[in-house]
């Protein structure tokens, strides 16, 4: 018998009745589902902890969600090592592969050993201010040094294993992993990397030069950053969901977390969702038909126009 947790998005209470349907099919299946209470489980014979404890109660973990949810799971779970099967509720669900037409299926595959896994890496974002303890974040996206209320240029530097890499100044600097390079990373013209490798991108946003681009540095490379006496008002993002001030005198640095998100991967092929999701690679020209219709169409107003030009009954 396998524990399998399910992790919704926080608050969305639209989903229970798809959570009551997934937790009786686990049962049904011979295992035993795992409810975090805060979703406030109407089912019997099912295990109930606190949400930030379901990582420690599970062997796997279903997400139901979309990205932003697949995002927040993976800080529950990834250090227990718990594989993740994400099923798409949300708009793009670029890291939730499964449909949710497919949920029942592609659970019972997972517990039967059936789907294969992949490692996904995340960042360890390790943030000092002067007299105070470190705070560790991790992420599996992004960490994102940028201005907040004020539009205004930043001055950064960042550094490589301790060597000067370049002092940017840009809206904000982007620090990714191959998970995140085709988030904003991408949005900001960053490369997307395929998910399997080990590596880090470091994009600024909209640089104030026109030579500075995206570079792309080992992922066992440990990044430092730290800001230009001047800069006010600056926030550290991690992953979108988590933020902190960023002053002067304060330091960041990014590097490889000790756990990666371990995932399950649906049939289709990472361009294939890549061309699927965000339309990479695809032609854009139009098919015979489409011409064909469209030719049509513009015939059929012509003629119309011709007619109303020509037509006898006009008071001229």
Same mark, same amino acid.
């Not at 927040?72 to 708009?91: E, H, Y």
């Not at 059936?114 to 991790?138: F, H, I």
């Not at 061309?275 to 030719?295: P, T, Y």
């Given at each position: 018998?396998?524990?399998?947790?399910?992790?919704?998005?926080?608050?969305?209470?639209?989903?229970?009745?798809?959570?009551?349907?997934?937790?009786?099919?686990?049962?049904?299946?011979?295992?035993?589902?795992?409810?975090?209470?805060?979703?406030?489980?109407?089912?019997?014979?099912?295990?109930?902890?606190?949400?930030?404890?379901?990582?420690?109660?599970?062997?796997?973990?279903?997400?139901?969600?979309?990205?932003? #949810?697949?995002?927040? *799971?993976? !800080? &529950?779970? +990834?250090?227990?090592?718990?594989?993740?099967? =994400?099923?798409?509720?949300?708009? /793009?669900?670029?890291?939730?592969?499964?449909?949710?037409?497919?949920?029942?299926?592609?659970?019972?595959?997972?517990?039967?050993?059936?789907?294969?896994?992949?490692?996904?890496?995340?960042?360890?974002?390790?943030?000092?201010?002067?007299?105070?303890?470190?705070?560790?974040?991790?992420?599996?996206?992004?960490?994102?040094?940028?201005?907040?209320?004020?539009?205004?240029?930043?001055?950064?530097?960042?550094?490589?294993?301790?060597?000067?890499?370049?002092?940017?100044?840009?809206?904000?600097?982007?620090?990714?992993?191959? #998970?995140?390079?085709? *988030?904003? !990373? &991408?949005? +900001?013209?960053?490369?997307?990397?395929?998910? =399997?490798?080990?590596?880090?991108? /470091?994009?600024?946003?909209?640089?104030?030069?026109?030579?500075?681009?995206?570079?792309?540095?080992?992922?066992?490379?440990?990044?430092?950053?730290?800001?230009?006496?001047?800069?006010?008002?600056?926030?550290?993002?991690?992953?979108?969901?988590?933020?902190?001030?960023?002053?002067?005198?304060?330091?960041?640095?990014?590097?490889?977390?000790?756990?990666?998100?371990?995932?399950?991967?649906?049939?289709?092929?990472?361009?294939?969702?890549?061309?699927?999701?965000?339309?990479?690679?695809?032609?854009?020209?139009?098919?015979?038909?489409?011409?064909?219709?469209?030719?049509?169409?513009?015939?059929?107003?012509?003629?119309?126009?011709?007619?109303?030009?020509?037509?006898?009954?006009?008071?001229?």
């Amino acid at each position: 018998m396998q524990r399998v947790g399910f992790i919704l998005k926080p608050g969305q209470s639209s989903n229970e009745r798809l959570l009551t349907e997934l937790a009786t099919w686990v049962l049904e299946l011979g295992h035993l589902p795992v409810i975090a209470a805060e979703d406030r489980p109407v089912i019997q014979n099912v295990v109930i902890v606190p949400r930030e404890h379901i990582g420690q109660e599970i062997d796997m973990a279903v997400v139901l969600g979309g990205d932003g #949810t697949m995002l927040g *799971a993976s !800080n &529950l779970v +990834a250090d227990q090592g718990v594989p993740v099967l =994400g099923i798409n509720l949300g708009r /793009l669900g670029f890291l939730t592969p499964f449909d949710l037409e497919d949920a029942e299926d592609a659970i019972a595959d997972a517990l039967a050993g059936k789907l294969r896994t992949s490692e996904r890496m995340r960042l360890a974002v390790t943030y000092t201010s002067d007299g105070e303890a470190p705070v560790t974040r991790t992420g599996l996206n992004d960490a994102v040094i940028h201005q907040g209320a004020m539009a205004r240029l930043i001055e950064v530097e960042a550094q490589l294993d301790g060597d000067m890499v370049s002092l940017y100044r840009a809206d904000g600097l982007i620090i990714a992993t191959p #998970t995140g390079s085709t *988030a904003y !990373n &991408l949005a +900001a013209g960053g490369p997307i990397i395929e998910p =399997g490798q080990r590596a880090m991108v /470091l994009t600024p946003v909209c640089p104030h030069s026109l030579t500075n681009r995206s570079l792309v540095v080992p992922g066992s490379s440990s990044i430092t950053i730290h800001l230009d006496r001047s800069a006010r008002g600056v926030v550290l993002t991690v992953d979108g969901q988590w933020a902190h001030s960023f002053s002067p005198d304060d330091e960041i640095e990014i590097a490889a977390a000790a756990r990666p998100l371990v995932v399950f991967k649906s049939d289709k092929r990472y361009f294939d969702i890549l061309r699927e999701k965000l339309h990479w690679g695809a032609r854009l020209d139009r098919s015979h038909e489409q011409i064909d219709e469209a030719v049509g169409r513009r015939s059929g107003r012509i003629s119309t126009r011709q007619d109303a030009v020509s037509d006898p009954d006009d008071d001229d």
